[in-house]
Protein backbone atom coordinates (compact mmCIF):
# COMPACT_ATOMS: atom_id res chain seq x y z
CA UNK A 1 0.00 0.00 0.00
CA UNK A 2 1.04 4.10 -0.68
CA UNK A 3 0.89 5.91 1.72
CA UNK A 4 -1.56 8.12 -0.40
CA UNK A 5 -4.71 6.83 -0.12
CA UNK A 6 -6.61 6.46 -3.32
CA UNK A 7 -9.31 8.53 -3.76
CA UNK A 8 -12.03 6.16 -4.76
CA UNK A 9 -11.86 4.12 -1.72
CA UNK A 10 -15.18 2.29 -1.36
CA UNK A 11 -14.70 2.24 2.57
CA UNK A 12 -13.83 5.75 2.75
CA UNK A 13 -17.01 7.67 4.65
CA UNK A 14 -19.66 9.35 2.73
CA UNK A 15 -20.14 13.19 3.22
CA UNK A 16 -22.23 14.27 5.38
CA UNK A 17 -25.63 16.13 4.82
CA UNK A 18 -25.90 19.61 6.22
CA UNK A 19 -29.04 21.02 5.03
CA UNK A 20 -31.26 21.19 1.22
CA UNK A 21 -30.88 23.93 -1.31
CA UNK A 22 -33.91 25.99 -2.57
CA UNK A 23 -34.98 22.91 -4.95
CA UNK A 24 -35.56 20.54 -2.25
CA UNK A 25 -32.23 18.53 -3.09
CA UNK A 26 -29.44 17.68 -0.13
CA UNK A 27 -26.71 19.72 0.42
CA UNK A 28 -23.40 18.20 1.32
CA UNK A 29 -20.44 19.38 3.44
CA UNK A 30 -17.24 20.36 1.32
CA UNK A 31 -14.56 17.84 2.25
CA UNK A 32 -11.62 19.53 3.62
CA UNK A 33 -8.06 19.40 1.97
CA UNK A 34 -4.76 18.33 3.48
CA UNK A 35 -2.57 20.82 4.94
CA UNK A 36 0.74 21.08 3.03
CA UNK A 37 3.70 19.91 4.78
CA UNK A 38 2.10 17.65 6.60
CA UNK A 39 3.42 14.35 6.35
CA UNK A 40 1.12 12.01 7.60
CA UNK A 41 -1.54 9.60 5.45
CA UNK A 42 -4.84 8.29 5.85
CA UNK A 43 -4.31 4.25 7.02
CA UNK A 44 -7.07 1.99 6.62
CA UNK A 45 -5.48 -0.89 8.13
CA UNK A 46 -4.83 1.07 11.81
CA UNK A 47 -1.71 0.71 11.32
CA UNK A 48 -1.10 4.06 13.81
CA UNK A 49 -3.88 4.81 15.52
CA UNK A 50 -4.18 8.26 16.97
CA UNK A 51 -6.62 9.94 18.83
CA UNK A 52 -8.58 12.35 16.54
CA UNK A 53 -7.25 15.63 16.82
CA UNK A 54 -8.96 18.81 15.86
CA UNK A 55 -8.02 20.03 11.98
CA UNK A 56 -7.38 16.58 11.27
CA UNK A 57 -8.96 14.18 9.15
CA UNK A 58 -10.74 10.76 10.66
CA UNK A 59 -8.95 7.64 10.60
CA UNK A 60 -11.92 4.90 11.41
CA UNK A 61 -9.32 2.52 11.68
CA UNK A 62 -7.00 3.98 14.36
CA UNK A 63 -4.60 5.04 11.34
CA UNK A 64 -3.00 8.09 11.59
CA UNK A 65 -5.18 11.61 11.11
CA UNK A 66 -4.00 14.02 8.55
CA UNK A 67 -5.20 17.47 9.11
CA UNK A 68 -8.02 18.39 7.35
CA UNK A 69 -8.38 22.17 6.45
CA UNK A 70 -11.44 23.50 4.60
CA UNK A 71 -10.82 25.51 1.56
CA UNK A 72 -13.42 28.73 1.29
CA UNK A 73 -14.70 28.49 -2.16
CA UNK A 74 -13.94 25.06 -3.08
CA UNK A 75 -16.56 23.53 -5.57
CA UNK A 76 -18.44 20.66 -4.31
CA UNK A 77 -16.86 17.07 -5.44
CA UNK A 78 -19.18 14.25 -5.03
CA UNK A 79 -16.92 11.86 -6.19
CA UNK A 80 -13.55 12.57 -4.31
CA UNK A 81 -11.65 13.95 -6.69
CA UNK A 82 -10.10 16.70 -4.91
CA UNK A 83 -6.80 16.09 -3.11
CA UNK A 84 -7.20 14.83 0.30
CA UNK A 85 -10.79 13.44 -0.15
CA UNK A 86 -9.93 9.82 -0.19
CA UNK A 87 -12.39 6.79 0.03
CA UNK A 88 -10.97 3.41 2.01
CA UNK A 89 -11.08 0.18 -0.12
CA UNK A 90 -13.33 -2.11 -0.36
CA UNK A 91 -12.92 -5.18 2.34
CA UNK A 92 -15.87 -8.21 2.15
CA UNK A 93 -13.75 -9.75 5.17
CA UNK A 94 -13.98 -6.54 7.67
CA UNK A 95 -16.89 -4.62 8.82
CA UNK A 96 -17.69 -1.05 7.96
CA UNK A 97 -18.34 1.02 11.23
CA UNK A 98 -20.21 4.38 10.92
CA UNK A 99 -18.08 7.56 10.81
CA UNK A 100 -17.81 9.94 13.78
CA UNK A 101 -18.62 13.28 13.62
CA UNK A 102 -15.83 15.13 12.11
CA UNK A 103 -14.03 17.70 14.25
CA UNK A 104 -15.51 21.33 13.41
CA UNK A 105 -13.46 23.89 11.78
CA UNK A 106 -11.02 26.04 13.78
CA UNK A 107 -12.50 29.37 14.06
CA UNK A 108 -9.44 30.86 12.57
CA UNK A 109 -9.52 29.31 9.61
CA UNK A 110 -13.88 28.85 8.53
CA UNK A 111 -16.08 31.20 9.54
CA UNK A 112 -19.36 30.13 10.87
CA UNK A 113 -22.12 28.32 8.45
CA UNK A 114 -25.42 30.64 8.25
CA UNK A 115 -28.69 28.79 6.67
CA UNK A 116 -29.72 30.29 3.29
CA UNK A 117 -32.91 31.91 3.41
CA UNK A 118 -35.94 30.13 2.02
CA UNK A 119 -36.73 30.87 -1.40
CA UNK A 120 -39.96 30.25 -2.53
CA UNK A 121 -40.96 27.28 -5.14
CA UNK A 122 -41.58 27.99 -8.62
CA UNK A 123 -45.92 28.19 -8.60
CA UNK A 124 -47.60 25.58 -10.38
CA UNK A 125 -45.09 22.72 -9.70
CA UNK A 126 -47.50 19.75 -9.28
CA UNK A 127 -46.71 17.19 -6.30
CA UNK A 128 -44.14 19.76 -4.82
CA UNK A 129 -44.89 20.87 -1.16
CA UNK A 130 -45.82 24.37 -0.65
CA UNK A 131 -42.58 26.26 0.24
CA UNK A 132 -43.83 27.09 3.98
CA UNK A 133 -44.14 23.58 4.40
CA UNK A 134 -40.27 23.11 3.48
CA UNK A 135 -37.27 23.80 5.58
CA UNK A 136 -34.59 26.10 3.90
CA UNK A 137 -31.11 24.52 3.40
CA UNK A 138 -28.09 25.48 4.98
CA UNK A 139 -24.89 27.08 2.63
CA UNK A 140 -21.32 27.24 3.81
CA UNK A 141 -20.17 30.90 4.49
CA UNK A 142 -18.30 32.36 2.25
CA UNK A 143 -19.49 29.42 -0.49
CA UNK A 144 -20.07 30.35 -3.87
CA UNK A 145 -23.41 30.98 -5.17
CA UNK A 146 -22.45 30.07 -8.60
CA UNK A 147 -22.31 26.64 -8.34
CA UNK A 148 -21.81 24.36 -11.48
CA UNK A 149 -24.98 22.20 -10.82
CA UNK A 150 -25.62 19.17 -13.35
CA UNK A 151 -29.15 17.75 -14.38
CA UNK A 152 -28.80 14.52 -12.41
CA UNK A 153 -28.58 15.96 -9.79
CA UNK A 154 -32.27 16.67 -9.10
CA UNK A 155 -35.13 14.57 -8.53
CA UNK A 156 -38.43 15.81 -7.82
CA UNK A 157 -40.95 14.30 -5.31
CA UNK A 158 -44.48 13.74 -6.55
CA UNK A 159 -46.31 13.60 -2.75
CA UNK A 160 -50.28 13.37 -2.88
CA UNK A 161 -52.07 17.03 -2.68
CA UNK A 162 -55.84 17.05 -1.27
CA UNK A 163 -56.49 19.63 -3.53
CA UNK A 164 -55.58 18.33 -6.57
CA UNK A 165 -57.54 15.28 -5.88
CA UNK A 166 -60.41 17.63 -5.41
CA UNK A 167 -59.92 19.46 -8.27
CA UNK A 168 -59.94 16.37 -10.45
CA UNK A 169 -62.90 15.04 -8.45
CA UNK A 170 -64.62 17.93 -9.73
CA UNK A 171 -63.38 18.03 -12.99
CA UNK A 172 -64.01 14.34 -13.21
CA UNK A 173 -67.90 15.09 -12.04
CA UNK A 174 -68.34 18.35 -14.28
CA UNK A 175 -67.26 16.36 -16.97
CA UNK A 176 -69.06 13.31 -16.77
CA UNK A 177 -72.41 15.38 -15.73
CA UNK A 178 -72.20 17.38 -19.14
CA UNK A 179 -71.94 14.12 -21.05
CA UNK A 180 -74.83 12.54 -19.25
CA UNK A 181 -76.80 15.64 -20.56
CA UNK A 182 -75.26 15.38 -24.26
CA UNK A 183 -76.31 11.85 -23.94
CA UNK A 184 -79.64 12.64 -22.97
CA UNK A 185 -80.01 15.40 -25.33
CA UNK A 186 -79.28 12.93 -28.18
CA UNK A 187 -81.18 10.62 -27.27
CA UNK A 188 -84.32 12.68 -26.93
CA UNK A 189 -83.53 13.72 -30.91
CA UNK A 190 -83.03 10.43 -31.85
CA UNK A 191 -86.98 9.81 -30.75
CA UNK A 192 -88.52 12.57 -32.17
CA UNK A 193 -87.11 11.96 -35.61
CA UNK A 194 -87.68 8.07 -34.75
CA UNK A 195 -91.11 9.47 -34.00
CA UNK A 196 -91.69 11.50 -36.89
CA UNK A 197 -90.21 8.59 -39.71
CA UNK A 198 -93.04 6.58 -37.95
CA UNK A 199 -95.87 8.91 -38.37
CA UNK A 200 -94.77 9.56 -41.89
CA UNK A 201 -94.85 5.85 -42.87
CA UNK A 202 -97.92 5.30 -41.66
CA UNK A 203 -99.63 8.43 -43.44
CA UNK A 204 -98.18 7.09 -46.27
CA UNK A 205 -99.02 3.41 -45.73
CA UNK A 206 -102.76 4.64 -45.20
CA UNK A 207 -103.02 6.64 -48.29
CA UNK A 208 -101.80 4.06 -50.25
CA UNK A 209 -103.49 1.99 -49.03
CA UNK A 210 -107.08 3.85 -49.20
CA UNK A 211 -105.72 4.51 -53.20
CA UNK A 212 -105.57 0.86 -54.07
CA UNK A 213 -108.66 0.60 -52.63
CA UNK A 214 -110.30 3.21 -54.24
CA UNK A 215 -112.09 4.49 -51.07
CA UNK A 216 -110.37 8.24 -51.09
CA UNK A 217 -112.42 10.50 -53.36
CA UNK A 218 -111.79 10.17 -57.04
CA UNK A 219 -109.25 7.54 -56.24
CA UNK A 220 -111.52 4.97 -57.88
CA UNK A 221 -110.74 3.75 -61.76
CA UNK A 222 -114.62 4.34 -62.71
CA UNK A 223 -114.23 7.88 -61.15
CA UNK A 224 -110.66 8.59 -63.05
CA UNK A 225 -112.49 7.03 -66.27
CA UNK A 226 -115.29 9.15 -65.53
CA UNK A 227 -112.91 12.65 -65.04
CA UNK A 228 -110.76 11.65 -68.12
CA UNK A 229 -114.40 11.52 -69.78
CA UNK A 230 -115.27 14.86 -68.85
CA UNK A 231 -112.31 16.82 -70.53
CA UNK A 232 -109.93 16.36 -73.67
CA UNK A 233 -109.18 13.09 -74.55
CA UNK A 234 -107.06 11.26 -76.85
CA UNK A 235 -107.89 8.93 -78.70
CA UNK A 236 -106.10 6.39 -82.04
CA UNK A 237 -108.73 4.43 -84.10
CA UNK A 238 -107.80 2.38 -87.18
CA UNK A 239 -110.78 0.76 -89.85
CA UNK A 240 -110.14 -3.08 -90.10
CA UNK A 241 -111.77 -4.20 -92.78
CA UNK A 242 -112.00 -8.86 -92.85
CA UNK A 243 -112.38 -10.03 -96.85
CA UNK A 244 -113.80 -13.32 -96.89
CA UNK A 245 -112.18 -14.43 -99.71
CA UNK A 246 -113.92 -17.91 -100.10
CA UNK A 247 -117.37 -16.64 -99.98
CA UNK A 248 -117.44 -13.17 -100.72
CA UNK A 249 -118.64 -10.45 -98.53
CA UNK A 250 -116.61 -8.25 -96.41
CA UNK A 251 -116.69 -7.50 -92.04
CA UNK A 252 -115.88 -3.79 -91.00
CA UNK A 253 -114.84 -2.76 -87.32
CA UNK A 254 -113.02 0.26 -85.63
CA UNK A 255 -110.67 -0.39 -83.25
CA UNK A 256 -110.56 2.44 -80.82
CA UNK A 257 -107.92 2.75 -78.14
CA UNK A 258 -108.91 6.05 -75.79
CA UNK A 259 -105.45 7.34 -73.94
CA UNK A 260 -107.32 9.14 -72.01
CA UNK A 261 -109.54 6.70 -70.23
CA UNK A 262 -107.06 3.58 -70.90
CA UNK A 263 -109.86 1.86 -72.59
CA UNK A 264 -109.71 0.07 -75.99
CA UNK A 265 -113.27 -0.77 -78.35
CA UNK A 266 -113.95 -2.32 -81.21
CA UNK A 267 -116.81 -0.62 -82.63
CA UNK A 268 -119.08 -3.33 -85.15
CA UNK A 269 -119.84 -1.33 -88.61
CA UNK A 270 -123.04 -2.99 -90.36
CA UNK A 271 -122.93 -3.13 -93.87
CA UNK A 272 -126.17 -1.42 -94.28
CA UNK A 273 -125.42 1.53 -92.45
CA UNK A 274 -125.57 4.64 -94.89
CA UNK A 275 -122.60 6.85 -95.96
CA UNK A 276 -122.19 9.56 -98.68
CA UNK A 277 -119.67 8.95 -100.97
CA UNK A 278 -116.84 11.85 -102.07
CA UNK A 279 -119.24 13.31 -104.72
CA UNK A 280 -122.05 13.44 -101.54
CA UNK A 281 -123.88 10.40 -103.30
CA UNK A 282 -125.39 8.49 -100.17
CA UNK A 283 -124.37 4.63 -100.61
CA UNK A 284 -124.32 1.72 -97.70
CA UNK A 285 -120.86 1.04 -96.16
CA UNK A 286 -120.43 -2.80 -97.73
CA UNK A 287 -120.71 -1.16 -101.87
CA UNK A 288 -118.36 1.68 -100.44
CA UNK A 289 -115.64 -0.60 -99.43
CA UNK A 290 -116.00 -2.59 -102.50
CA UNK A 291 -115.93 0.59 -104.70
CA UNK A 292 -114.36 3.58 -103.30
CA UNK A 293 -111.57 1.51 -101.14
CA UNK A 294 -109.98 1.98 -98.39
CA UNK A 295 -109.43 5.75 -98.78
CA UNK A 296 -112.83 6.84 -99.87
CA UNK A 297 -114.72 4.73 -97.34
CA UNK A 298 -112.54 5.74 -94.56
CA UNK A 299 -113.49 9.82 -95.18
CA UNK A 300 -117.18 8.60 -95.50
CA UNK A 301 -116.91 6.93 -92.06
CA UNK A 302 -114.93 9.56 -90.67
CA UNK A 303 -117.45 12.09 -91.46
CA UNK A 304 -120.15 9.82 -90.82
CA UNK A 305 -119.17 9.58 -87.48
CA UNK A 306 -117.74 12.73 -87.14
CA UNK A 307 -114.28 11.34 -85.75
CA UNK A 308 -110.60 11.35 -87.26
CA UNK A 309 -109.39 7.73 -88.56
CA UNK A 310 -105.56 6.86 -88.83
CA UNK A 311 -105.69 3.98 -91.06
CA UNK A 312 -107.06 1.14 -92.58
CA UNK A 313 -105.56 -2.57 -92.00
CA UNK A 314 -107.04 -4.74 -94.69
CA UNK A 315 -107.10 -8.33 -93.37
CA UNK A 316 -108.02 -11.06 -95.90
CA UNK A 317 -109.03 -14.15 -94.80
CA UNK A 318 -105.70 -16.11 -95.54
CA UNK A 319 -103.68 -13.43 -92.98
CA UNK A 320 -106.10 -13.74 -90.08
CA UNK A 321 -105.77 -17.64 -90.50
CA UNK A 322 -101.83 -16.72 -90.10
CA UNK A 323 -102.02 -14.31 -87.53
CA UNK A 324 -103.94 -16.75 -85.46
CA UNK A 325 -101.69 -19.36 -85.82
CA UNK A 326 -98.53 -16.95 -85.34
CA UNK A 327 -99.98 -16.09 -81.73
CA UNK A 328 -100.80 -19.63 -80.78
CA UNK A 329 -104.36 -19.75 -81.26
CA UNK A 330 -107.12 -17.67 -79.28
CA UNK A 331 -109.83 -18.98 -76.64
CA UNK A 332 -113.19 -17.50 -76.73
CA UNK A 333 -116.81 -18.29 -76.08
CA UNK A 334 -118.50 -19.74 -78.52
CA UNK A 335 -122.69 -19.09 -79.64
CA UNK A 336 -122.84 -21.64 -82.28
CA UNK A 337 -121.47 -24.93 -84.06
CA UNK A 338 -119.96 -24.20 -87.04
CA UNK A 339 -120.26 -27.09 -89.78
CA UNK A 340 -117.03 -28.48 -91.55
CA UNK A 341 -116.44 -27.92 -95.24
CA UNK A 342 -117.67 -31.41 -96.12
CA UNK A 343 -121.42 -32.69 -95.53
CA UNK A 344 -121.51 -34.72 -92.51
CA UNK A 345 -118.36 -34.01 -90.84
CA UNK A 346 -117.18 -32.69 -87.27
CA UNK A 347 -118.26 -29.11 -86.88
CA UNK A 348 -115.46 -27.07 -87.54
CA UNK A 349 -115.88 -25.18 -84.38
CA UNK A 350 -118.12 -26.60 -81.46
CA UNK A 351 -120.67 -24.40 -79.31
CA UNK A 352 -119.47 -23.64 -75.38
CA UNK A 353 -117.57 -21.68 -73.43
CA UNK A 354 -113.70 -21.34 -73.23
CA UNK A 355 -113.16 -22.86 -76.58
CA UNK A 356 -109.54 -23.21 -78.35
CA UNK A 357 -109.80 -22.42 -81.95
CA UNK A 358 -106.73 -22.46 -84.52
CA UNK A 359 -106.21 -20.35 -87.61
CA UNK A 360 -108.77 -22.11 -89.41
CA UNK A 361 -111.46 -22.55 -86.93
CA UNK A 362 -111.23 -18.60 -86.41
CA UNK A 363 -111.49 -17.93 -89.62
CA UNK A 364 -114.31 -20.31 -90.04
CA UNK A 365 -116.00 -18.83 -86.88
CA UNK A 366 -115.64 -14.81 -87.71
CA UNK A 367 -117.04 -15.01 -90.79
CA UNK A 368 -120.04 -17.49 -90.06
CA UNK A 369 -123.81 -16.62 -90.55
CA UNK A 370 -126.56 -18.82 -90.48
CA UNK A 371 -129.02 -18.59 -93.17
CA UNK A 372 -131.98 -16.45 -92.26
CA UNK A 373 -129.55 -14.83 -89.61
CA UNK A 374 -129.11 -11.08 -88.65
CA UNK A 375 -125.91 -9.41 -89.71
CA UNK A 376 -125.30 -8.17 -86.58
CA UNK A 377 -124.70 -12.05 -84.91
CA UNK A 378 -121.79 -12.49 -87.51
CA UNK A 379 -120.38 -9.06 -86.81
CA UNK A 380 -120.25 -10.03 -82.81
CA UNK A 381 -118.30 -13.44 -84.05
CA UNK A 382 -115.98 -11.38 -85.83
CA UNK A 383 -115.13 -8.91 -82.60
CA UNK A 384 -114.59 -12.04 -80.27
CA UNK A 385 -111.82 -13.40 -82.95
CA UNK A 386 -110.73 -9.71 -82.64
CA UNK A 387 -110.66 -9.99 -78.89
CA UNK A 388 -108.89 -12.86 -78.50
CA UNK A 389 -106.21 -12.01 -81.19
CA UNK A 390 -105.85 -8.65 -79.16
CA UNK A 391 -104.78 -11.07 -76.19
CA UNK A 392 -102.49 -13.18 -77.41
CA UNK A 393 -100.30 -10.22 -79.46
CA UNK A 394 -97.25 -8.66 -77.09
CA UNK A 395 -98.03 -5.74 -75.66
CA UNK A 396 -93.94 -4.55 -76.64
CA UNK A 397 -94.84 -2.32 -79.74
CA UNK A 398 -91.23 -4.23 -81.39
CA UNK A 399 -92.42 -7.53 -80.77
CA UNK A 400 -95.57 -7.18 -82.30
CA UNK A 401 -93.85 -5.04 -85.08
CA UNK A 402 -92.11 -8.73 -85.81
CA UNK A 403 -95.76 -10.44 -85.69
CA UNK A 404 -96.92 -8.24 -88.26
CA UNK A 405 -93.65 -8.63 -90.48
CA UNK A 406 -94.52 -12.23 -90.08
CA UNK A 407 -97.49 -12.17 -92.16
CA UNK A 408 -96.11 -10.85 -95.46
CA UNK A 409 -99.36 -8.97 -95.83
CA UNK A 410 -99.09 -5.91 -98.60
CA UNK A 411 -100.60 -2.91 -96.16
CA UNK A 412 -102.23 0.25 -96.97
CA UNK A 413 -99.84 2.89 -96.87
CA UNK A 414 -102.10 4.93 -94.53
CA UNK A 415 -100.76 2.43 -92.00
CA UNK A 416 -96.97 1.25 -92.27
CA UNK A 417 -96.16 -2.21 -90.38
CA UNK A 418 -94.93 -0.27 -87.18
CA UNK A 419 -97.73 1.92 -87.14
CA UNK A 420 -100.35 -1.07 -87.22
CA UNK A 421 -98.23 -2.70 -84.92
CA UNK A 422 -97.83 0.28 -81.85
CA UNK A 423 -101.46 0.61 -82.45
CA UNK A 424 -102.31 -2.99 -81.40
CA UNK A 425 -99.49 -3.59 -78.87
CA UNK A 426 -101.52 -0.86 -76.71
CA UNK A 427 -104.74 -2.55 -77.48
CA UNK A 428 -103.47 -5.76 -76.38
CA UNK A 429 -102.51 -4.44 -73.22
CA UNK A 430 -106.21 -2.91 -72.24
CA UNK A 431 -106.84 -6.62 -73.57
CA UNK A 432 -104.93 -8.62 -71.24
CA UNK A 433 -106.50 -6.69 -67.97
CA UNK A 434 -110.03 -7.11 -69.36
CA UNK A 435 -109.99 -2.85 -70.10
CA UNK A 436 -111.62 -3.84 -73.37
CA UNK A 437 -115.15 -4.17 -75.06
CA UNK A 438 -116.85 -4.57 -77.71
CA UNK A 439 -120.17 -2.26 -79.15
CA UNK A 440 -122.50 -2.16 -82.10
CA UNK A 441 -123.14 0.45 -84.20
CA UNK A 442 -127.05 1.24 -83.48
CA UNK A 443 -128.19 1.64 -87.16
CA UNK A 444 -132.16 1.52 -88.46
CA UNK A 445 -133.63 -0.75 -91.23
CA UNK A 446 -132.97 1.89 -93.57
CA UNK A 447 -129.38 2.06 -92.54
CA UNK A 448 -129.36 5.28 -90.68
CA UNK A 449 -128.06 6.04 -87.40
CA UNK A 450 -130.42 5.49 -84.50
CA UNK A 451 -130.77 8.22 -81.61
CA UNK A 452 -128.80 6.02 -79.23
CA UNK A 453 -125.94 5.30 -81.49
CA UNK A 454 -125.54 9.40 -81.07
CA UNK A 455 -124.65 8.99 -77.35
CA UNK A 456 -123.52 5.28 -76.86
CA UNK A 457 -121.19 5.23 -79.52
CA UNK A 458 -120.66 8.82 -81.39
CA UNK A 459 -120.18 10.74 -77.97
CA UNK A 460 -118.73 8.34 -75.88
CA UNK A 461 -116.75 6.23 -77.60
CA UNK A 462 -115.80 8.14 -80.61
CA UNK A 463 -114.61 11.13 -79.44
CA UNK A 464 -117.74 13.53 -78.02
CA UNK A 465 -120.30 15.98 -79.41
CA UNK A 466 -119.43 17.29 -83.38
CA UNK A 467 -117.94 20.20 -83.51
CA UNK A 468 -117.72 23.08 -86.03
CA UNK A 469 -115.93 22.08 -89.30
CA UNK A 470 -112.78 23.22 -90.46
CA UNK A 471 -112.19 25.74 -92.88
CA UNK A 472 -112.90 23.35 -96.70
CA UNK A 473 -114.57 21.35 -94.62
CA UNK A 474 -118.27 19.89 -96.66
CA UNK A 475 -121.22 20.38 -93.78
CA UNK A 476 -122.91 17.21 -92.60
CA UNK A 477 -126.50 17.36 -92.48
CA UNK A 478 -129.30 14.54 -91.34
CA UNK A 479 -132.69 14.18 -91.78
CA UNK A 480 -135.75 12.76 -89.79
CA UNK A 481 -139.02 12.52 -91.81
CA UNK A 482 -141.77 13.28 -89.58
CA UNK A 483 -143.75 14.72 -92.69
CA UNK A 484 -146.06 11.79 -93.40
CA UNK A 485 -144.87 12.37 -96.99
CA UNK A 486 -141.71 10.27 -97.10
CA UNK A 487 -139.95 13.12 -98.19
CA UNK A 488 -136.27 11.73 -97.19
CA UNK A 489 -135.33 10.93 -100.54
CA UNK A 490 -136.29 14.49 -102.13
CA UNK A 491 -134.93 16.38 -99.35
CA UNK A 492 -131.37 14.75 -99.56
CA UNK A 493 -130.66 15.00 -103.35
CA UNK A 494 -131.70 18.58 -102.88
CA UNK A 495 -129.37 18.90 -100.08
CA UNK A 496 -126.53 16.87 -101.82
CA UNK A 497 -126.72 19.24 -104.85
CA UNK A 498 -126.29 21.97 -102.70
CA UNK A 499 -123.14 21.30 -101.04
CA UNK A 500 -123.78 19.83 -98.32
CA UNK A 501 -122.93 15.73 -96.89
CA UNK A 502 -125.76 13.96 -96.31
CA UNK A 503 -124.79 11.38 -93.43
CA UNK A 504 -127.95 9.57 -93.11
CA UNK A 505 -131.88 10.00 -92.46
CA UNK A 506 -134.60 8.38 -90.52
CA UNK A 507 -138.08 8.18 -90.01
CA UNK A 508 -140.18 10.59 -87.04
CA UNK A 509 -143.56 10.71 -85.35
CA UNK A 510 -145.79 13.02 -87.69
CA UNK A 511 -145.65 17.27 -86.59
CA UNK A 512 -146.65 19.75 -88.24
CA UNK A 513 -143.92 22.36 -88.36
CA UNK A 514 -140.33 21.80 -89.35
CA UNK A 515 -137.10 22.63 -87.65
CA UNK A 516 -133.31 23.16 -88.22
CA UNK A 517 -131.19 22.13 -85.46
CA UNK A 518 -127.70 23.16 -84.38
CA UNK A 519 -125.88 22.63 -81.32
CA UNK A 520 -122.89 24.93 -82.32
CA UNK A 521 -123.45 28.35 -82.16
CA UNK A 522 -120.65 28.75 -84.98
CA UNK A 523 -122.93 26.72 -87.33
CA UNK A 524 -126.01 29.14 -86.83
CA UNK A 525 -125.19 30.30 -89.64
CA UNK A 526 -125.17 27.48 -91.62
CA UNK A 527 -128.18 25.82 -90.23
CA UNK A 528 -130.00 29.14 -91.92
CA UNK A 529 -128.47 28.39 -95.42
CA UNK A 530 -130.15 24.75 -94.77
CA UNK A 531 -133.37 25.93 -93.97
CA UNK A 532 -133.33 28.44 -97.24
CA UNK A 533 -131.63 25.47 -99.48
CA UNK A 534 -134.91 23.71 -98.38
CA UNK A 535 -137.07 26.51 -98.86
CA UNK A 536 -137.70 26.66 -94.73
CA UNK A 537 -138.58 29.87 -93.19
CA UNK A 538 -135.97 31.23 -90.79
CA UNK A 539 -137.90 30.86 -87.77
CA UNK A 540 -137.55 27.25 -88.38
CA UNK A 541 -133.94 27.41 -87.43
CA UNK A 542 -133.58 26.67 -83.80
CA UNK A 543 -130.57 25.49 -81.11
CA UNK A 544 -131.22 21.84 -80.50
CA UNK A 545 -129.64 18.48 -80.52
CA UNK A 546 -128.38 16.96 -83.78
CA UNK A 547 -128.52 13.65 -84.36
CA UNK A 548 -125.94 11.08 -84.56
CA UNK A 549 -122.37 13.33 -86.11
CA UNK A 550 -124.26 15.73 -88.32
CA UNK A 551 -123.70 19.53 -87.89
CA UNK A 552 -126.91 20.53 -88.32
CA UNK A 553 -130.29 18.52 -88.42
CA UNK A 554 -133.47 18.40 -90.63
CA UNK A 555 -136.86 17.59 -88.68
CA UNK A 556 -139.44 17.58 -91.90
CA UNK A 557 -142.73 18.37 -90.62
CA UNK A 558 -146.10 18.73 -92.99
CA UNK A 559 -145.59 21.99 -94.11
CA UNK A 560 -142.64 21.29 -96.32
CA UNK A 561 -143.10 21.30 -99.65
CA UNK A 562 -140.30 19.39 -101.85
CA UNK A 563 -138.60 21.78 -104.35
CA UNK A 564 -135.26 22.59 -105.79
CA UNK A 565 -132.93 24.44 -104.42
CA UNK A 566 -132.62 28.36 -104.41
Known sequence: MNDQQHPYDPYYPQPQIIGYDEYGQPVYQQPQAPQQGQGQH???????????????????????????????????????QQQGYAYPSYDTGQQWAAPAEPAPAPATQAAPVTPAAPVAAPAGVPGQRPASERSAPARQAGGDDDRDYRTEQFSFIEEPDEDSEDVIDWLKFTESRSERREEARRRGRNRVVALVVVLVLAVAGGVGYLWS????????????????ATGPQKRDTIVVHLHDLKNGGTSTALLVNNATTRQGTTVLLP????????????????????????????????????TRITGTWRLDTPYLENLVETVSGIETDTDTDVPGAKKGADPLVRKGEKQTLNGRAAVAYATYRAPGEAEAKQLQRFGQVMYGVLRKISSDPEAATVTIQTLQQILDPSLPEKDLAASLARLAEHAKIGDHKTALLPVGADGALTEDAGGSVVKDILGGKVTAPEAGEVTRVSIRDGSGKGATETARIVLINGGYAFVGGAEAPTRETSQVLYAD??????????AKTLGLPATAVTKGEPSNAAAVTVVLGQDYKPQGPR
Open 271 to 306: NSVVVADEEGSVTTLGKSVEDDGAGGTREAIGNLLG
Open 42 to 80: YDPYGGQQQQPQQGYGYDPYGGQQQPQQPQQGSPYDPYG
Open 521 to 530: DAQKATAAEV
Open 213 to 228: AGKLPGSSEAEQKGNA
